[in-house]
Structure formats: structure tokens, C-alpha cells
């Protein structure tokens, strides 16, 4: 099995910087994405613990 490094389908980096600053690229595209994903399941969980809440509310008989 041929590795990344060695594969024929990627263009050779000539630059040593070029794979720095496509490394940069990809870490910073990298903590962009668990950002997301981060705030997606903050809303969700926080969501979810307020419908709760409400309801609980309903059942006691309280106000929403």
C-alpha cells in the first residue's frame, strides 16, 4: 500500500515552506471545524435541557 508521502497522485511540494503553509491551512480549517462542531452540540444540549426545564415546568403546573 502506497502512503501519502510517496503517492503519484499528489503534485510534489518544491518549496519546504509550501508544506508549512499548507500544514497552517489545514490546522487552522481543522480548529475552524471542531469549532462548529463545538457550538452545534452546545445548542443542542442546551436545547434539550431547556425543553426539559419547560416541561418539568408544565407538569408542576407553573408558568412557561
Known amino acids: 500500500m502506497e502512503t501519502v508521502a510517496n503517492s503519484v497522485q499528489l503534485p510534489p511540494l ?10 497552517a491551512e489545514l490546522q487552522a480549517a481543522l ?3 471542531i469549532d462548529l462542531v463545538t ?8 436545547g434539550t435541557l431547556e425543553k426539559q426545564q ?4 408544565v407538569q408542576v403546573g407553573e408558568k412557561a
Not at 39 to 46: A, K, M, T, Y
Open 31 to 33: 480548529h475552524d471545524l
Open 54 to 57: 419547560w416541561l418539568l415546568r
Open 39 to 46: 457550538q452545534e452540540v452546545l445548542i443542542r444540549v442546551v
Open 14 to 23: 518544491d518549496n519546504p515552506n509550501e508544506r508549512a503553509a499548507v500544514g
